[in-house]
């Protein structure tokens, strides 16, 4: 039986997730309190699995407490769970937390964020995951027109045309919209002119997705990043995203099942871009070792760099508040049958896209597509 400690300064708030989760009692053991040092003392007192910890505490705020955490308790699995999830606050989390939750949270995303969390093991606690980490210059931070939309959908009244006019602010992200929805990825029989009208014709999940995929990799200079192309990655991506999403209707899934492989499957090499962006001649290496068939990417950037691309990915999305189901897909596209819960869900989809895409590319290169 797992041990989950809670922590946050607001008693409505524990009282909401005793109740939500007293579903669980079967199968994890609980305990709830308002403040972190009584966290750390219970931590003194006897080991926990898990602690869930609110951001924003009067005063040991949770990245603070987690830190904390970190250096006492390094088995402890950690996760904010907040209402909050500004960039700053983001940015204080990184080496101490595992995944950042958004509120409101649902008993089943908890579950299977802690499921993954503690199943693959602490990776990221690895003394080589910490270096890595620690030594990039530059993370993926929540682009900020995704983060304007996410606002926007929260009002019950809000307009496509809306959502459409806060993607125009940004004339080149408005032109990749467009170029990519007029484009045999999606096979619209009229040509679309507009943000609003792509929508309206896309729906709004999938128009999130693609806001939020351009310009993440978008932060990214093209001109510092040797050993990987872009623009192959960017096709790739697509193509991985749009048939992930064909077989998980072909599975009969739901629209959120199919929106997550959607999703992942545009962002799940993205990991990729961060290391290769970072570390431009250890990327070249990689590149050489995969290049010269002596192994595939996952396992040369295991050989180079300790670590691979679904894990570092996997782990800086996961502070975003993206869906679980999104980051487990990023975080084990390479081993789907690691998952907690292995099944045909979008984890499958996107495991199986990849491979399909890239074969596909093989077949119109005529040679192997390591990327």
């Not at 750390?40 to 869930?52: H, N, Q, S, T, Y």
């Not at 009244?157 to 929805?181: F, H, N």
Request: charged letters at 20%; glycine letters at 8%; a negative charge.
């Amino acid at each position: 039986m797992k041990r989950i400690l809670f922590v946050d300064d607001q008693e409505p708030i524990l009282d909401g997730l005793r109740r939500m989760l007293r579903g669980m009692r079967s199968e994890w053991e609980m305990e709830f309190v308002d403040t972190g040092e009584k966290a750390l003392a219970l931590l003194d007192e006897k080991p926990f699995d898990v602690v869930v910890s609110d951001m924003l505490m009067p005063g040991m705020d949770g990245a603070k407490l987690l830190g904390e955490v970190a250096q006492r308790h390094p088995a402890t699995a950690r996760i904010i769970l907040s209402g909050h999830a500004g960039q700053d606050m983001i940015f204080k989390c990184i080496g101490t937390t595992h995944q950042f939750l958004a509120k409101p949270c649902d008993a089943a995303t908890l579950k299977a964020t802690i499921q993954r969390i503690t199943t693959q093991g602490l990776v990221m606690d690895t003394p080589r995951f910490k270096e890595l980490i620690g030594s990039l210059d530059k993370l993926p931070t929540i682009p900020a027109i995704y983060s304007q939309i996410m606002a926007a959908v929260q009002d019950p009244d809000v307009t496509l045309e809306s959502v459409g006019d806060i993607i125009a602010q940004d004339p080149s992200l408005t032109a990749k919209i467009l170029k990519l929805v007029n484009s045999a990825y999606f096979g619209l029989r009229r040509e679309i002119s507009s943000p609003a009208t792509a929508t309206s014709y896309l729906g709004l999940d999938t128009i999130k997705s693609l806001v939020l995929s351009l310009q993440a990799f978008d932060q990214f200079e093209t001109g510092r990043i040797r050993g990987l192309n872009l623009d192959r990655l960017w096709n790739h991506s697509m193509s991985t995203g749009a048939l992930a999403r064909q077989l998980s209707t072909l599975e009969s899934a739901d629209i959120a099942v199919r929106e997550a492989a959607f999703t992942a499957g545009l962002l799940h090499d993205l990991g990729k871009v961060i290391l290769a962006y970072n570390f431009p001649d250890e990327y070249q290496k990689v590149a050489a070792l995969a290049d010269g068939g002596e192994m595939g990417d996952v396992a040369a950037e295991q050989e180079v760099f300790g670590t691979t691309h679904p894990q570092i990915g996997g782990y800086l999305l996961g502070l975003w508040g993206l869906p679980e189901a999104v980051v487990e897909a990023i975080s084990l596209h390479h081993s789907p049958s690691t998952a907690a819960e292995p099944a045909a869900n979008a984890l499958w989809a996107v495991h199986v896209a990849n491979v399909l895409a890239h074969e596909s590319a093989q077949d119109r290169n005529g040679s192997a597509d390591n990327q």
